[in-house]
């Protein structure tokens, strides 16, 4: 199973995400985590990419592709994959359906989780996410049992800089400018499905189970 979530950030595509490869054991790649690990272990590749990062910018398509390119396709062909974040532009698109055409496969099912503007930024300046395995929580809605600690690892919890207003804003409106027509583009293969991300967690996970057994 080759499957995409899509969805603009702070629609809780990494947590559904996480449970989805769980459940049907798939390869989790997001090109958002690869960054700020190769960031952390101090790598050219990510202290390059940290820089758009910061900002809220996207890093460029070269750059990205490279990296998913290597992750799925060298050494080892990943066959049951999850992408979470990846692509984000017509450009990553067109490259992602080359790299999988030479392998003579395609992606089943690109899942887009819809949320509106207000209740993403409502949700992601209470965002904190571990500074040490990247799990995530919500200061209201999601909250660690002791303040500012991941009840998984024990690890300091931190708003990400992106998570910050401008940030965010700035996250909506390339969000809206570039991956947004990715929507077109794969509505136009018939391989699009939409669900409400306003639900709770549990809702919208059920959502995506049924979607993935009615139509996989
Ligand atoms: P995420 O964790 O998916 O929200 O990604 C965090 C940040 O990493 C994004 O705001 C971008 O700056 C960068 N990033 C992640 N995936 C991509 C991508 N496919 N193309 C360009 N930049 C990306």
Not at 12 to 38: C, P
Not at 159 to 172: I, P, Y
């Amino acid at each position: 199973m080759k499957l995409l979530m899509m969805g603009p950030p702070g629609a809780g595509k990494g947590t559904q995400a996480k449970k989805i490869v769980e459940d049907y054991h798939l390869a989790n790649i997001s090109t958002g985590d690869m960054f700020r690990e190769s960031y952390r272990k101090k790598e050219s590749l990510g202290l390059l990419a940290m820089e758009f990062i910061r900002d809220g910018h996207l890093v460029s398509d070269e750059i990205t592709i490279e990296i998913v390119r290597r992750r799925l396709f060298v050494n080892h062909v990943e066959k049951n994959f999850l992408l979470d974040g990846f692509p984000r532009t017509i450009t990553q698109a067109e490259a992602l359906d080359e790299m999988l055409e030479v392998e003579q496969t395609k992606l089943d099912a690109v899942i887009q989780i819809v949320v509106s503007d207000a209740v993403i930024l409502n949700r992601m300046v209470g965002r904190r996410s571990c500074s040490i395995c990247g799990a995530t929580y919500h200061v209201d809605y999601k909250p660690p049992q002791k303040e500012g600690v991941c009840d998984a690892c024990g690890g300091v919890l931190y708003q990400r800089e992106d998570d910050k207003h401008e940030s965010v804003r700035n996250r909506l409106d390339i969000y809206k400018e570039k991956t947004k027509p990715l929507i077109d583009y794969y509505d136009a293969q018939g391989i699009l499905y939409e669900v409400n991300g306003e639900k709770s967690f549990d809702a919208v996970y059920r959502d995506i189970q049924t979607l993935l057994e009615t139509h996989l």
